[in-house]
Protein backbone atom coordinates (compact mmCIF):
# COMPACT_ATOMS: atom_id res chain seq x y z
CA UNK A 1 0.00 0.00 0.00
CA UNK A 2 2.65 2.73 1.14
CA UNK A 3 4.80 1.24 -2.17
CA UNK A 4 1.53 2.17 -4.29
CA UNK A 5 1.59 5.65 -2.37
CA UNK A 6 4.33 6.20 -3.75
CA UNK A 7 4.29 5.60 -7.09
CA UNK A 8 1.29 7.65 -7.46
CA UNK A 9 3.27 10.59 -5.85
CA UNK A 10 5.62 10.25 -8.52
CA UNK A 11 3.49 9.79 -11.13
CA UNK A 12 1.68 13.27 -9.94
CA UNK A 13 5.07 14.45 -9.99
CA UNK A 14 5.73 13.90 -13.14
CA UNK A 15 2.53 15.08 -14.51
CA UNK A 16 3.32 18.30 -13.22
CA UNK A 17 6.60 19.23 -14.01
CA UNK A 18 5.60 18.03 -17.65
CA UNK A 19 2.46 20.69 -17.59
CA UNK A 20 4.93 23.28 -15.91
CA UNK A 21 7.17 22.70 -18.64
CA UNK A 22 4.29 23.32 -21.02
CA UNK A 23 3.68 26.47 -19.85
CA UNK A 24 7.16 27.41 -19.40
CA UNK A 25 7.53 27.65 -23.66
CA UNK A 26 3.98 28.42 -23.96
CA UNK A 27 4.89 31.78 -22.13
CA UNK A 28 8.93 32.10 -23.50
CA UNK A 29 6.89 31.44 -27.07
CA UNK A 30 4.69 34.26 -26.29
CA UNK A 31 6.54 36.25 -25.13
CA UNK A 32 8.99 36.94 -28.53
CA UNK A 33 6.29 35.99 -31.31
CA UNK A 34 9.08 37.05 -33.57
CA UNK A 35 12.24 35.70 -32.34
CA UNK A 36 12.12 31.52 -32.74
CA UNK A 37 14.97 31.42 -29.86
CA UNK A 38 17.77 31.32 -32.44
CA UNK A 39 18.89 34.80 -31.26
CA UNK A 40 19.74 35.40 -28.15
CA UNK A 41 19.60 38.84 -26.09
CA UNK A 42 23.21 40.38 -25.11
CA UNK A 43 23.19 40.59 -21.24
CA UNK A 44 22.10 43.95 -19.47
CA UNK A 45 25.59 43.59 -17.72
CA UNK A 46 28.76 41.65 -17.16
CA UNK A 47 30.53 40.41 -14.15
CA UNK A 48 34.15 41.13 -14.72
CA UNK A 49 36.24 42.40 -12.28
CA UNK A 50 36.32 46.38 -12.67
CA UNK A 51 39.96 46.81 -11.46
CA UNK A 52 41.40 43.98 -14.05
CA UNK A 53 38.91 45.87 -16.68
CA UNK A 54 40.06 49.33 -15.98
CA UNK A 55 43.65 48.52 -16.58
CA UNK A 56 43.04 46.63 -19.37
CA UNK A 57 41.07 49.70 -21.02
CA UNK A 58 44.46 51.66 -20.08
CA UNK A 59 46.28 49.39 -21.75
CA UNK A 60 44.06 49.15 -25.15
CA UNK A 61 44.74 52.94 -25.18
CA UNK A 62 48.33 52.73 -24.53
CA UNK A 63 50.24 53.13 -28.07
CA UNK A 64 53.38 52.00 -25.77
CA UNK A 65 52.62 48.48 -25.87
CA UNK A 66 53.32 48.42 -30.08
CA UNK A 67 56.53 48.64 -31.38
CA UNK A 68 58.05 52.32 -31.78
CA UNK A 69 55.07 53.61 -30.08
CA UNK A 70 52.91 53.72 -33.16
CA UNK A 71 49.73 52.49 -32.54
CA UNK A 72 47.36 51.66 -29.58
CA UNK A 73 44.94 48.88 -29.74
CA UNK A 74 42.29 51.64 -29.90
CA UNK A 75 43.68 53.10 -32.97
CA UNK A 76 42.52 50.58 -35.18
CA UNK A 77 39.83 49.22 -32.45
CA UNK A 78 37.58 52.54 -31.97
CA UNK A 79 34.84 52.36 -29.35
CA UNK A 80 33.12 55.29 -30.84
CA UNK A 81 32.97 54.12 -34.42
CA UNK A 82 31.34 50.84 -33.88
CA UNK A 83 35.02 49.24 -32.55
CA UNK A 84 36.94 49.31 -35.55
CA UNK A 85 38.51 51.54 -38.12
CA UNK A 86 35.84 51.83 -40.83
CA UNK A 87 38.71 51.04 -43.45
CA UNK A 88 38.76 48.31 -46.30
CA UNK A 89 41.79 47.32 -44.68
CA UNK A 90 43.97 48.42 -41.96
CA UNK A 91 46.95 49.51 -42.16
CA UNK A 92 50.05 48.22 -40.60
CA UNK A 93 52.82 49.67 -37.97
CA UNK A 94 54.59 50.72 -40.78
CA UNK A 95 52.22 51.97 -42.75
CA UNK A 96 51.46 49.11 -45.13
CA UNK A 97 48.51 48.25 -46.26
CA UNK A 98 47.23 44.91 -44.06
CA UNK A 99 45.30 41.90 -46.13
CA UNK A 100 42.43 41.80 -43.38
CA UNK A 101 39.74 44.43 -42.98
CA UNK A 102 39.40 45.22 -38.99
CA UNK A 103 36.34 43.41 -36.87
CA UNK A 104 35.28 45.68 -34.31
CA UNK A 105 36.39 44.46 -30.98
CA UNK A 106 32.56 44.41 -29.51
CA UNK A 107 31.05 41.35 -27.88
CA UNK A 108 34.11 39.44 -29.27
CA UNK A 109 33.69 37.46 -26.02
CA UNK A 110 30.51 35.59 -27.69
CA UNK A 111 32.85 34.87 -30.52
CA UNK A 112 33.95 30.63 -30.67
CA UNK A 113 37.33 31.95 -31.94
CA UNK A 114 38.95 35.00 -32.96
CA UNK A 115 39.86 36.67 -36.01
CA UNK A 116 38.27 36.14 -39.76
CA UNK A 117 39.69 32.71 -40.37
CA UNK A 118 39.28 31.67 -36.53
CA UNK A 119 42.73 30.57 -35.84
CA UNK A 120 42.12 32.06 -31.80
CA UNK A 121 40.42 30.51 -29.43
CA UNK A 122 40.28 33.18 -26.89
CA UNK A 123 40.83 36.49 -26.25
CA UNK A 124 44.32 35.91 -25.10
CA UNK A 125 45.70 33.87 -27.16
CA UNK A 126 44.48 36.69 -29.61
CA UNK A 127 46.08 39.07 -27.84
CA UNK A 128 49.30 37.64 -28.73
CA UNK A 129 48.60 37.56 -32.16
CA UNK A 130 48.05 40.68 -32.34
CA UNK A 131 51.45 41.84 -30.59
CA UNK A 132 52.73 39.57 -33.00
CA UNK A 133 51.14 40.96 -36.28
CA UNK A 134 53.32 43.35 -38.50
CA UNK A 135 50.10 45.71 -38.14
CA UNK A 136 50.75 46.06 -34.33
CA UNK A 137 54.83 46.22 -35.39
CA UNK A 138 55.59 42.75 -34.97
CA UNK A 139 56.41 42.62 -31.23
CA UNK A 140 55.74 40.42 -28.67
CA UNK A 141 53.92 39.95 -24.79
CA UNK A 142 56.98 39.68 -23.64
CA UNK A 143 58.71 43.14 -25.28
CA UNK A 144 55.71 45.03 -24.06
CA UNK A 145 56.09 44.15 -20.97
CA UNK A 146 59.88 44.96 -20.79
CA UNK A 147 58.78 48.30 -22.02
CA UNK A 148 56.17 48.76 -19.49
CA UNK A 149 58.15 47.85 -16.69
CA UNK A 150 60.38 50.89 -16.89
CA UNK A 151 56.96 52.94 -16.29
CA UNK A 152 56.56 53.24 -12.53
CA UNK A 153 53.13 54.02 -12.87
CA UNK A 154 52.21 50.62 -14.68
CA UNK A 155 54.01 48.86 -11.57
CA UNK A 156 52.24 50.18 -8.90
CA UNK A 157 49.28 49.72 -11.21
CA UNK A 158 49.82 46.45 -11.83
CA UNK A 159 51.30 45.02 -8.63
CA UNK A 160 47.46 46.71 -7.08
CA UNK A 161 45.49 44.70 -9.12
CA UNK A 162 47.74 41.62 -9.65
CA UNK A 163 49.56 41.41 -6.10
CA UNK A 164 50.77 38.35 -6.48
CA UNK A 165 52.92 38.54 -9.36
CA UNK A 166 52.58 42.11 -10.73
CA UNK A 167 53.50 43.25 -14.18
CA UNK A 168 53.93 39.94 -16.13
CA UNK A 169 53.22 38.39 -19.57
CA UNK A 170 50.11 36.56 -18.37
CA UNK A 171 48.91 39.49 -16.49
CA UNK A 172 49.43 41.67 -19.46
CA UNK A 173 46.98 39.31 -21.08
CA UNK A 174 44.37 38.82 -18.81
CA UNK A 175 43.90 42.81 -18.21
CA UNK A 176 43.84 43.22 -21.84
CA UNK A 177 41.30 40.19 -22.30
CA UNK A 178 38.92 41.33 -19.31
CA UNK A 179 38.56 44.72 -20.72
CA UNK A 180 37.30 43.26 -23.99
CA UNK A 181 34.95 40.84 -22.17
CA UNK A 182 33.45 44.42 -21.25
CA UNK A 183 32.90 45.60 -24.23
CA UNK A 184 29.13 44.43 -24.97
CA UNK A 185 26.40 46.22 -26.41
CA UNK A 186 22.97 44.95 -24.41
CA UNK A 187 19.49 46.98 -25.15
CA UNK A 188 19.87 46.43 -28.95
CA UNK A 189 15.97 47.13 -30.29
CA UNK A 190 16.23 43.20 -31.55
CA UNK A 191 16.89 42.03 -27.74
CA UNK A 192 14.68 45.17 -26.76
CA UNK A 193 11.43 43.33 -28.19
CA UNK A 194 11.51 40.06 -26.55
CA UNK A 195 12.02 41.64 -22.76
CA UNK A 196 8.30 43.12 -23.90
CA UNK A 197 8.90 46.03 -25.28
CA UNK A 198 6.88 46.05 -28.42
CA UNK A 199 7.29 49.07 -29.95
CA UNK A 200 11.32 48.87 -30.28
CA UNK A 201 10.15 46.82 -33.31
CA UNK A 202 8.45 48.26 -36.30
CA UNK A 203 6.62 46.16 -38.66
CA UNK A 204 9.32 46.38 -41.78
CA UNK A 205 11.82 45.32 -39.57
CA UNK A 206 9.69 42.59 -37.93
CA UNK A 207 9.40 41.37 -41.59
CA UNK A 208 13.16 41.88 -42.30
CA UNK A 209 13.99 39.37 -39.76
CA UNK A 210 11.11 36.84 -40.58
CA UNK A 211 12.98 36.76 -44.64
CA UNK A 212 16.21 36.68 -42.59
CA UNK A 213 14.53 33.55 -40.79
CA UNK A 214 12.73 31.83 -43.47
CA UNK A 215 15.65 32.18 -46.17
CA UNK A 216 17.94 30.86 -44.00
CA UNK A 217 20.87 33.69 -43.61
CA UNK A 218 20.28 31.95 -39.72
CA UNK A 219 21.43 29.26 -40.29
CA UNK A 220 24.98 30.47 -40.27
CA UNK A 221 24.17 34.05 -38.13
CA UNK A 222 22.42 32.72 -35.27
CA UNK A 223 23.31 32.67 -31.35
CA UNK A 224 24.16 35.51 -28.97
CA UNK A 225 26.28 37.28 -31.72
CA UNK A 226 24.12 36.69 -34.33
CA UNK A 227 27.03 34.95 -35.97
CA UNK A 228 30.72 34.48 -34.25
CA UNK A 229 29.63 30.37 -33.58
CA UNK A 230 30.73 28.14 -36.44
CA UNK A 231 32.89 28.34 -39.69
CA UNK A 232 31.58 27.93 -43.16
CA UNK A 233 32.84 28.49 -46.54
CA UNK A 234 32.89 32.07 -48.50
CA UNK A 235 30.63 30.65 -51.76
CA UNK A 236 28.56 27.63 -50.64
CA UNK A 237 26.41 28.25 -53.69
CA UNK A 238 28.40 30.32 -56.00
CA UNK A 239 32.29 30.26 -56.48
CA UNK A 240 33.22 33.48 -54.93
CA UNK A 241 37.20 33.34 -55.43
CA UNK A 242 37.56 32.20 -58.82
CA UNK A 243 37.34 35.35 -61.09
CA UNK A 244 39.35 37.25 -58.66
CA UNK A 245 42.73 37.60 -57.86
CA UNK A 246 43.06 36.12 -54.14
CA UNK A 247 45.40 37.16 -51.67
CA UNK A 248 47.02 35.16 -48.63
CA UNK A 249 43.45 36.57 -46.76
CA UNK A 250 40.77 34.77 -48.90
CA UNK A 251 42.33 31.53 -48.28
CA UNK A 252 40.63 31.33 -44.66
CA UNK A 253 41.10 28.84 -42.23
CA UNK A 254 43.36 26.88 -44.81
CA UNK A 255 46.01 29.06 -43.93
CA UNK A 256 45.68 27.51 -40.10
CA UNK A 257 45.25 24.23 -41.33
CA UNK A 258 46.95 23.34 -44.34
CA UNK A 259 43.63 21.25 -45.70
CA UNK A 260 42.53 21.61 -48.76
CA UNK A 261 38.66 21.64 -47.46
CA UNK A 262 39.27 24.52 -45.46
CA UNK A 263 40.38 27.10 -48.73
CA UNK A 264 37.91 30.08 -48.56
CA UNK A 265 36.35 28.53 -44.81
CA UNK A 266 36.11 31.60 -42.62
CA UNK A 267 34.69 32.23 -39.22
CA UNK A 268 30.78 33.57 -39.40
CA UNK A 269 31.01 37.25 -38.62
CA UNK A 270 28.83 38.20 -35.77
CA UNK A 271 26.27 41.04 -37.29
CA UNK A 272 25.61 42.76 -34.10
CA UNK A 273 26.53 46.51 -35.07
CA UNK A 274 26.81 45.70 -38.60
CA UNK A 275 25.10 49.03 -39.47
CA UNK A 276 28.65 51.02 -37.95
CA UNK A 277 30.67 48.56 -39.30
CA UNK A 278 31.31 49.13 -42.90
CA UNK A 279 32.82 48.32 -44.74
CA UNK A 280 32.40 44.48 -45.27
CA UNK A 281 33.66 41.34 -45.65
CA UNK A 282 37.37 39.64 -44.36
CA UNK A 283 38.62 41.82 -46.87
CA UNK A 284 36.59 44.99 -46.62
CA UNK A 285 35.88 44.68 -50.35
CA UNK A 286 32.08 44.97 -49.76
CA UNK A 287 30.87 48.98 -48.62
CA UNK A 288 27.20 48.65 -48.01
CA UNK A 289 25.29 46.79 -46.08
CA UNK A 290 22.79 46.38 -49.36
CA UNK A 291 25.83 45.39 -51.40
CA UNK A 292 26.56 42.58 -48.69
CA UNK A 293 22.99 41.25 -48.11
CA UNK A 294 22.52 40.98 -52.01
CA UNK A 295 25.82 39.22 -51.95
CA UNK A 296 25.26 36.91 -49.40
CA UNK A 297 21.86 35.87 -51.27
CA UNK A 298 23.90 35.06 -54.12
CA UNK A 299 27.07 32.94 -52.65
CA UNK A 300 25.58 31.49 -49.41
CA UNK A 301 21.95 30.77 -50.73
CA UNK A 302 21.89 30.86 -54.25
CA UNK A 303 18.89 33.42 -54.07
CA UNK A 304 18.68 36.65 -55.86
CA UNK A 305 17.00 38.68 -53.78
CA UNK A 306 14.46 41.45 -54.77
CA UNK A 307 15.83 44.91 -54.08
CA UNK A 308 12.56 45.60 -51.54
CA UNK A 309 14.03 42.36 -49.72
CA UNK A 310 17.38 43.46 -49.36
CA UNK A 311 16.05 46.68 -48.17
CA UNK A 312 14.04 45.02 -45.28
CA UNK A 313 16.64 42.97 -44.12
CA UNK A 314 18.96 45.82 -44.39
CA UNK A 315 16.08 47.56 -41.36
CA UNK A 316 16.34 44.42 -39.65
CA UNK A 317 20.04 43.93 -39.23
CA UNK A 318 19.68 47.69 -37.99
CA UNK A 319 17.75 46.39 -34.70
CA UNK A 320 21.14 44.78 -33.89
CA UNK A 321 22.85 48.05 -33.36
CA UNK A 322 23.44 48.27 -29.44
CA UNK A 323 24.24 50.16 -26.33
CA UNK A 324 27.99 51.18 -25.09
CA UNK A 325 27.74 52.68 -21.51
CA UNK A 326 24.34 53.90 -22.33
CA UNK A 327 24.75 55.02 -25.53
CA UNK A 328 23.87 53.74 -29.01
CA UNK A 329 26.54 52.70 -30.88
CA UNK A 330 24.49 54.84 -34.02
CA UNK A 331 24.91 57.75 -32.11
CA UNK A 332 28.22 58.52 -32.62
CA UNK A 333 28.16 58.07 -36.35
C1 LIG B 1 46.75 48.18 -37.13
C2 LIG B 1 45.41 47.89 -36.70
C3 LIG B 1 45.20 46.99 -35.50
C4 LIG B 1 45.76 47.10 -34.24
C5 LIG B 1 46.79 48.09 -33.77
C6 LIG B 1 45.14 46.06 -33.44
N1 LIG B 1 44.24 45.35 -34.18
FE1 LIG B 1 43.01 43.92 -33.50
N2 LIG B 1 42.54 43.45 -35.39
C7 LIG B 1 42.96 44.12 -36.52
C8 LIG B 1 42.68 43.31 -37.71
C9 LIG B 1 42.99 43.68 -39.16
C10 LIG B 1 42.08 42.11 -37.23
C11 LIG B 1 41.64 40.91 -38.08
C12 LIG B 1 42.86 40.01 -38.28
C13 LIG B 1 42.54 38.68 -38.89
O1 LIG B 1 41.37 38.34 -39.01
O2 LIG B 1 43.47 37.93 -39.21
C14 LIG B 1 41.98 42.26 -35.78
C15 LIG B 1 41.33 41.34 -34.94
C16 LIG B 1 41.14 41.55 -33.58
C17 LIG B 1 40.24 40.79 -32.73
C18 LIG B 1 39.30 39.69 -33.18
C19 LIG B 1 37.88 40.16 -33.33
C20 LIG B 1 37.03 39.18 -34.08
O3 LIG B 1 35.85 39.44 -34.32
O4 LIG B 1 37.53 38.12 -34.46
C21 LIG B 1 40.40 41.24 -31.44
C22 LIG B 1 39.68 40.74 -30.21
C23 LIG B 1 41.42 42.28 -31.49
N3 LIG B 1 41.81 42.45 -32.81
C24 LIG B 1 41.95 42.91 -30.40
C25 LIG B 1 43.11 43.70 -30.47
C26 LIG B 1 43.94 44.06 -29.34
C27 LIG B 1 43.72 43.62 -27.92
C28 LIG B 1 44.95 44.86 -29.83
C29 LIG B 1 46.10 45.47 -29.07
C30 LIG B 1 46.98 44.54 -28.41
C31 LIG B 1 44.71 45.01 -31.26
N4 LIG B 1 43.61 44.27 -31.62
C32 LIG B 1 45.46 45.81 -32.12
C33 LIG B 1 43.55 45.37 -36.53
C34 LIG B 1 44.27 45.87 -35.46
C1 LIG C 1 26.48 29.37 -45.12
C2 LIG C 1 26.62 30.36 -44.09
C3 LIG C 1 26.05 31.75 -44.34
C4 LIG C 1 24.78 32.10 -44.76
C5 LIG C 1 23.63 31.17 -45.10
C6 LIG C 1 24.74 33.54 -44.76
N1 LIG C 1 25.94 34.07 -44.36
FE1 LIG C 1 26.39 36.02 -44.16
N2 LIG C 1 28.32 35.57 -43.88
C7 LIG C 1 28.85 34.30 -43.83
C8 LIG C 1 30.29 34.36 -43.85
C9 LIG C 1 31.26 33.18 -43.76
C10 LIG C 1 30.62 35.73 -43.98
C11 LIG C 1 32.03 36.34 -44.11
C12 LIG C 1 32.28 36.75 -45.58
C13 LIG C 1 33.67 37.27 -45.80
O1 LIG C 1 34.28 37.72 -44.87
O2 LIG C 1 34.17 37.26 -46.94
C14 LIG C 1 29.36 36.45 -43.95
C15 LIG C 1 29.25 37.85 -43.98
C16 LIG C 1 28.05 38.55 -43.88
C17 LIG C 1 27.93 39.98 -43.74
C18 LIG C 1 29.08 40.96 -43.59
C19 LIG C 1 29.51 41.05 -42.12
C20 LIG C 1 30.77 41.84 -41.92
O3 LIG C 1 30.96 42.31 -40.79
O4 LIG C 1 31.58 41.98 -42.83
C21 LIG C 1 26.59 40.28 -43.71
C22 LIG C 1 25.94 41.64 -43.56
C23 LIG C 1 25.88 39.02 -43.86
N3 LIG C 1 26.79 38.00 -43.94
C24 LIG C 1 24.50 38.90 -43.91
C25 LIG C 1 23.87 37.73 -44.36
C26 LIG C 1 22.48 37.68 -44.79
C27 LIG C 1 21.52 38.83 -44.79
C28 LIG C 1 22.26 36.39 -45.19
C29 LIG C 1 21.03 35.83 -45.82
C30 LIG C 1 20.61 36.49 -47.08
C31 LIG C 1 23.48 35.64 -44.94
N4 LIG C 1 24.44 36.50 -44.46
C32 LIG C 1 23.63 34.28 -45.14
C33 LIG C 1 28.11 33.12 -43.73
C34 LIG C 1 26.79 33.00 -44.12
Known amino acids: M???DVWRAVLVGIFLVACMALAGTASATESRP???GSILPIPLTTNVDPDRAALGEKLFNDPRLSRGDVFACATCHQLDQG??????RAVTNKGHADIFNTPTVFNSVYNFRQNWAGPFRTLEEQAIGAFTNPRHGNTTPAAAVRKLQRIPEYQIAFKAVYPTDGLTVDNLLNALAVYQKSLITPNAPFDQFPRGDSAAISADEKMGFELFRDHGCISCHLGRNVGGGMFQKVGVHLQYFTDRKTTQADLGRYTATGKEEDKHVFRVPSLRNVEVT??????????TLESAVTTMGKIQLGIDLSSDDVALIVKFLKTLTGEFRGRSLAAGK
Not at 83 to 88: P, Q, V
Not at 278 to 287: Q, R, T
Open 83 to 88: GDDGLA
Open 2 to 4: VKF
Open 278 to 287: APYFHDGSIS
Open 34 to 36: QND
